[in-house]
């Protein structure tokens, strides 16, 4: 499975970081409670935000398995930030977290990942 949309998802002028393409190099997609989003239900996330939230421009890569969070690009604040989205929230209401950039989210998810064990 591919943890990369194709070009035809993404928007114009967006490209991956190093950083997250080393994370997927590294195999690091698994951070209980995140997974990073993969093949079909990456591309139906992606869909699916686009049509829940037509005036946000998010980029989807990861996913709370205890929630409906999810980790986004967020190209409408900068395109190195970082928006946790409520996904299925009101237009309006799906904002929940924003991080400077995915190193910030990353530290966030490893964090989340020693409390969840907890």
């Avoid at 080393?22 to 996330?45: D, F, K, S, V, Y």
């Avoid at 190195?80 to 409520?86: E, G, L, N, P, T």
């Avoid at 799906?94 to 990942?113: H, I, K």
């Amino acid at each position: 499975m591919d943890p990369l949309l194709d070009a035809q998802f993404l928007p114009s002028g967006f490209h991956y970081s190093g950083f997250y393409k080393r994370l997927i190099a590294l195999n690091l997609t698994n951070l209980e409670p995140w997974r990073i989003l993969q093949g079909q239900m990456l591309i139906q996330r992606t869909v699916g935000l686009r049509e829940r939230y037509p005036s946000r421009l998010l980029v989807p890569f990861a996913r709370r398995i205890d929630s409906d969070a999810v980790a986004c690009w967020d190209l409408d604040a900068d395109c190195d930030a970082i928006s946790v989205i409520h996904d299925f929230a009101n237009s309006g209401w799906e904002q929940r977290e924003r991080y400077d950039d995915l190193t910030c989210w990353f530290r966030q998810a490893v964090e989340d990942m020693i409390e969840f064990e907890q």
